[in-house]
C-alpha cells in the first residue's frame, strides 16, 4: 500500500513495524532522535505493525511537548520497575506524564523517605543502561487478571473491572516489569536519557478521601541532561520564589489553620497591594465602557437550579439554610449580573451591556490541592458579563483580547491561548455550541492571536478562550479566560427589542482578566521574586538616616514625598546604616533614600535601588520625578493611564 511520510509517497505492507517503515525517509540525528510515531494521527510505538488502512506516517520527536510525554510515561515505568524491585510488597496502581513530569501512585505500607528515592532513582538508571525493549502484546482481560492476581496488585484488577471496556486488554513489558498500558513508549529503556525523581506525597486512591492513602513519587525527564539541568535550576529558583515565603518575609498575607484551610489573611500592606491594583481595575474598566455593579454572597438554590450549576458543578459549591430555604454561596457572580439585565426591558440600542464586578466567591477545593495564594477556597474575581446582538460578539471578543493584551502587557508578562471545546458533561444545543465555538475562532483569527485546541475542557454551557501567561521561570498559568454562552440567557430568558419591535436573544460573555486577584498576586510575587513594580509596591521609598541630626529634615523630606502621592516612609531608628539598607533591601522597597549631613546640607537625598546601584545624590524634585516616571512609564508602554493610590 502507498503511505505519505513529510509529503513522500512510498509503498509499504501492512504490518511492517512503523519505525522500520519511517527509517527510509529519516535518517541520522532526526531518526536516533524519533521515540514514537503517528499513524493517521494516532499515537503508536515504532515497533508497533502497520495497520493495512495506513495513510500517513508522523515522527514524534523527543523534544517535543509529544516525544515529551512518551519520555515521561516510560520513565513512570521504569519507576515502578524500581520500586517493585526494592519494595518487593509494594502495589502499583497509575503513574501518566503530567506537565513538565511523571508520577506514579503506590500502595506501600510505609511512606518512602528521601534515601529511598535515592534508592529508587539508581535502581532506575541500572535499568536505563540495560537498554531493555518496551514491548507491547494484547491478551485476553482474563488472562491479565489472572497475572495481576497472582502478583497481588488488587488495584490493577480494579482498573480492569471499572475502566476497561471489552475483552482484550494491552500490557507493556520492560525487564522485569509488566503493566496495563494503552502506550506508546520509547523503544527501550536507553532512551529516557535525562530522568530524576522530586519528591514524594500522599494520594488518595481515585483522589477520593474515602479511599486508601497512596504514596505518589513525582520525578521528571527531558530529551537531553542540559534541559533537565535547566529545569531543576528552576525549580531551586521556584523554591526561592515561593509566594508563600515571601508573602511572609514581606508581611503581606498569612493563612491560619484556625480560620481554615484556603482562606487567606491580608495584612496592611498586601491589603494596599491588592487595593491599589483593584482600584486601577475599576478605572480601567470604566473607561473601556464597562460599568460597575455588586451582587449578593448567597442566592436561592432554585437560581442555582435554572442556570445549570446545580446540576453540573453542586460538587464545587457551598449550600447553606435560611428559614428552611435552601440558599448557594455563590462560587460565580453570572447570575446577578443576567437579573440586572432583566430588570427593565432593554432595547437593541442598549446593547452591549457590560457589567463588572470584583465580586467574592467560594468554592469547595480539596485539601490536597490547595496551595497558598494559587489555590484557594475564597477569593475575588475581576469578573465580567458582556450581553450583546450577534452581530456586536465578534467586536465585544476582540475587545476583551486587547484588553488582556494590554493588561499582561503592563507587568511585562507574554502569553498563550487555547479554545477549549464542549465537555461531555454540559448544556445546551449543537447549534449553539457550533455558534459560540465559531466566534470565538474568528475573533482570534481576526487579529492573528495563534492558539491550540484544548478538546473537551469548556465550561459546561459555553466554549472558552483560556489564556496561559508565562513567568520568569517558564511556567504557564492560567490567568484570563473568555466564555461565550448562547444557553443561559436562554435558560433565564434575557431579551431585548431589535429595531422591528421582535423580542430577540441576547449573547453572554463571561470574562476575567486577571481571574484570582489572589492568584495573581501569587503568580506576580514569584515572577518578580518580589519586588512588585514601583506602582504597585506598598512602599515604594523609605528616607534612612545616618543620625538623627538629619531627623528633621528627613520628616520635611518625607512630607514631600507623600504630597506628591508617593507610598514613603521613614527610618529613624538607632541602627547602623548598613543594617537598614540591608532590611530595606529584603523588603524588597524600591527606592531607599539616605540622608546623612552631607544629602541635608545639599537639600537632596542620596538615591539607592533596591538592585543595589547606587544613583547618588538628588533633590527632593529630583526624587519626586524619578519616581514618578518610574510609576508612569509601563502605562505608557500599553497607552494607558496611571493615577497615584489615595495615601
Not at 481576526?446 to 513567568?471: C, H, Q, R, T, W
Request: with cysteine; proline share 4%.
Amino acid at each position: 500500500m502507498q503511505v505519505t511520510i513529510e509529503d513522500q509517497s512510498l509503498e509499504a505492507a501492512a504490518g511492517e513495524a512503523c519505525g522500520q517503515v519511517l527509517s527510509r525517509v529519516l535518517s541520522g540525528k532526526r531518526l536516533k532522535n524519533t521515540v514514537a510515531c503517528l499513524v493517521d494521527g494516532q499515537p503508536r510505538d515504532l515497533a508497533s505493525p502497520l495497520p493495512d488502512d495506513a495513510h500517513e506516517i508522523a515522527a514524534i520527536a523527543a523534544d517535543t511537548p509529544q516525544g515529551l510525554s512518551v519520555i515521561r510515561h516510560s520513565a513512570a515505568h521504569i519507576m515502578a520497575e524500581a520500586v517493585k524491585k526494592l519494595f518487593p510488597t509494594v502495589q502499583v496502581t497509575i503513574g501518566p506524564s503530567i506537565e513538565n513530569g511523571f508520577y506514579y501512585d503506590f500502595a506501600y505500607e510505609r511512606p518512602f523517605t528521601p534515601e529511598d528515592l535515592e534508592a529508587i532513582e539508581a535502581e532506575m538508571h541500572k535499568s536505563i543502561a540495560a537498554n531493555h525493549p518496551f514491548a507491547c502484546t494484547t491478551v485476553p482481560k482474563a488472562d491479565a487478571k489472572a497475572l495481576f492476581a497472582s502478583q497481588g496488585e488488587s488495584y490493577k484488577l480494579e482498573i480492569m473491572d471499572e475502566n476497561i471496556v471489552g475483552d482484550i486488554v494491552s500490557l507493556y513489558r520492560h525487564g522485569t516489569f509488566t503493566d496495563l498500558c494503552r502506550g506508546p513508549h520509547v523503544p527501550h529503556t536507553g532512551m529516557v536519557r535525562a530522568v530524576k525523581l522530586l519528591s514524594v506525597a500522599g494520594a488518595y486512591w481515585r483522589g477520593d478521601e474515602k479511599r486508601p492513602m497512596l504514596q505518589r513519587i513525582y520525578g521528571t525527564a527531558f530529551a537531553s541532561e542540559a534541559d533537565l539541568k535547566t529545569y531543576l535550576r528552576h525549580l531551586e529558583e521556584a523554591k526561592k520564589r515561593d509566594h508563600r515565603k515571601l508573602g511572609a518575609q514581606l508581611d503581606m498575607f498569612s493563612f491560619s489553620e484556625e480560620v481554615g484551610a484556603g482562606m487567606c489573611i491580608w495584612h496592611p500592606k498586601g491589603e494596599l497591594v491588592r487595593t491599589i491594583l483593584e482600584d486601577f481595575e475599576r478605572r480601567e474598566h470604566l473607561r473601556r465602557g464597562y460599568d460597575l455593579v455588586r451582587g449578593p454572597l448567597i442566592l436561592r438554590r432554585e437560581l442555582w437550579e435554572r442556570s445549570g450549576h446545580y446540576d453540573n458543578y453542586r460538587e464545587n459549591m457551598y449550600f447553606t439554610e435560611i428559614d428552611e430555604q435552601s440558599y448557594g454561596i455563590k462560587p460565580m457572580n453570572c447570575l446577578s449580573h443576567m437579573l440586572i439585565f432583566k430588570s427593565r426591558i432593554r432595547s437593541y440600542r442598549d446593547l452591549p451591556q457590560r457589567y463588572f464586578e470584583l465580586g467574592v466567591v467560594h468554592r469547595h477545593e480539596k485539601s490536597g490541592v490547595l496551595h497558598g495564594l494559587l489555590r484557594v477556597r475564597q477569593f475575588t474575581q475581576d469578573d465580567a458579563h458582556i450581553l450583546c446582538r450577534p452581530d456586536q460578539l465578534q467586536a465585544e471578543i476582540t475587545g476583551v483580547v486587547r484588553f488582556v493584551q494590554d493588561v499582561l502587557g503592563l507587568f511585562g508578562f507574554d502569553f498563550e491561548a487555547e479554545l477549549s471545546t464542549r465537555p461531555e458533561k454540559s448544556i445546551g444545543s449543537d447549534e449553539d455550541w457550533d455558534r459560540a465555538t465559531k466566534a470565538l475562532v474568528d475573533a482570534m483569527e481576526s487579529i492573528g492571536l495563534p492558539y491550540e485546541v484544548n478538546a473537551g475542557d469548556g465550561a459546561f454551557y459555553g466554549p472558552k478562550i483560556d489564556i496561559k501567561l508565562k513567568d520568569a521561570l517558564d511556567r504557564r498559568w492560567q490567568c484570563a479566560t473568555i466564555q461565550c454562552d448562547f444557553t443561559l440567557p436562554e435558560r433565564f430568558d434575557l431579551v431585548y427589542t431589535d429595531a422591528d419591535g421582535e423580542r430577540k436573544r441576547p449573547v453572554m460573555l463571561h470574562r476575567v482578566i486577571l481571574g484570582a486577584v489572589e492568584r495573581f498576586l501569587g503568580v506576580l510575587i514569584e515572577h518578580t521574586a518580589g519586588a512588585l513594580p514601583t506602582w504597585l509596591a506598598p512602599v515604594q521609598a523609605r528616607i534612612l538616616i545616618v543620625t538623627d541630626a538629619q531627623k528633621e529634615f528627613a520628616e520635611l523630606a518625607l512630607a514631600k514625598l507623600k504630597d506628591a502621592g508617593i507610598r514613603a516612609e521613614l527610618d529613624d531608628r538607632n541602627e547602623k546604616l548598613g543594617f537598614k539598607v540591608r532590611e530595606a533591601q529584603v523588603e524588597k522597597i524600591p527606592y531607599m533614600l539616605v540622608a546623612g549631613d552631607k544629602e541635608k546640607e545639599l537639600g537632596g537625598l542620596n538615591v539607592r535601588l533596591r538592585s543595589g546601584e547606587n544613583l547618588g545624590v538628588k533633590t527632593l524634585d529630583e526624587v519626586v520625578l524619578l519616581i514618578t516616571a518610574d510609576c508612569q512609564e509601563p502605562f505608557k508602554r500599553g497607552g494607558m493611564r496611571y493615577n497615584f493610590c489615595s495615601q
